[in-house]
């Protein structure tokens, strides 16, 4: 909108309800990060470097969101007929296929961001549109495997049991949208099952707690495991005894006045900024406590660093 786009804007209606506090936020965190930029320019005596786009430009950009669910085709120009497929990969995510229709032929395109992994917790397995003629994906792994789900929750019961063992907290940098949900959905699973010690959970992240709530508004998403506990016990996995959500900054800087061992989840995924800073400030250099990536850490970035261990 800020570059003068005034098309509709098409996606699936999670994607819509979560585009709401996304957008909003990233809009605030990219003029708060440039006004810190643009001093370092100002004594270099450059020009200063302008926003992607400004919270001015959010509402308007949200009224020109046009809304389709999956497996519902609609035309989006004449003789081209678009469908949208779950992605599995995230709430909303899709594989969006365009079909084309010219001069009695016919050519079906197949487009996606990320694809989720079967048999994760939440959301359904990915969709597999068929009789595509181009498929063009997003790749970020697509030159390794991931291991098995077993072995992945096995190692998080591991390295849970562990920490609290010493006496230590978990403390984990974790994507406010997607990761944290399910990293939240196993810890639940853990815990039911008695698989590791009982201890309190902690989600420090406003947008991680705001886009659970979106979450929640769709379990027509869910797989139906997922949504047989979120509809008959209680809203599970989302809301549970051990599970708090920290909301103001006090109540996020009291959490390391506490001595008892726990779980801390909070943002960024990649430690580039939020209040994950002040907890591994806090925590890093206690050997009792253990710090756990479980999201993709870009070249470059803090989380990056760490995790190829660096010390200082």
Not at 24 to 39: G, I, K, P, Q
Not at 74 to 81: K, R, S
């Amino acid at each position: 909108m800020s570059r003068g786009f005034r098309g509709a804007i098409h996606l699936t209606p999670a994607t819509a309800d979560l585009s709401r506090p996304l957008l909003a936020d990233s809009a605030f965190l990219m003029e708060r990060d440039l006004e810190h930029v643009n001093r370092g320019l100002q004594a270099k005596k450059q020009a200063p470097r302008q926003p992607l786009y400004r919270p001015a430009d959010v509402v308007p950009t949200l009224e020109r969101f046009e809304a389709h669910g999956y497996r519902e085709p609609w035309a989006l120009a004449e003789g081209v007929e678009v469908e949208y497929w779950d992605a599995g990969h995230i709430l909303g995510s899709a594989v969006t296929t365009f079909e084309f229709r010219s001069g009695g032929r016919t050519l079906r395109l197949g487009m996606s961001g990320d694809l989720g992994r079967p048999a994760r917790p939440i959301l359904r397995d990915p969709d597999v549109p068929q009789g595509v003629d181009v498929l063009v994906l997003e790749s970020t792994y697509g030159d390794r495997r991931h291991p098995g789900e077993v072995e992945t929750v096995r190692a998080l019961q591991e390295t849970v049991t562990r920490t609290i063992g010493r006496g230590g907290r978990l403390i984990v940098p974790s994507f406010a949208v997607g990761r944290t949900q399910e990293l939240v959905a196993t810890l639940h699973d853990l815990l039911e099952r008695h698989a590791v010690p009982d201890v309190p959970i902690f989600v420090d992240s406003p947008l991680a707690r705001v886009a659970t709530g979106v979450y929640q508004q769709h379990p027509e998403c869910f797989d139906a495991e997922t949504h047989d506990a979120f509809v008959n016990h209680g809203g599970a996995p989302f809301g549970f005894a051990r599970l708090r959500y920290v909301s103001s900054a006090e109540e996020s800087k009291a959490l390391n006045e506490r001595t008892e061992p726990c779980i801390v989840i909070a943002a960024s995924g990649m430690c580039e900024g939020g209040r994950i800073l002040h907890h591994l400030r806090f925590g890093i250099g206690d050997p009792r406590n253990t710090l756990l990536f479980v999201g993709f850490q870009a070249e470059g970035t803090l989380g990056r660093r760490l995790r190829d261990g660096a010390e200082s």
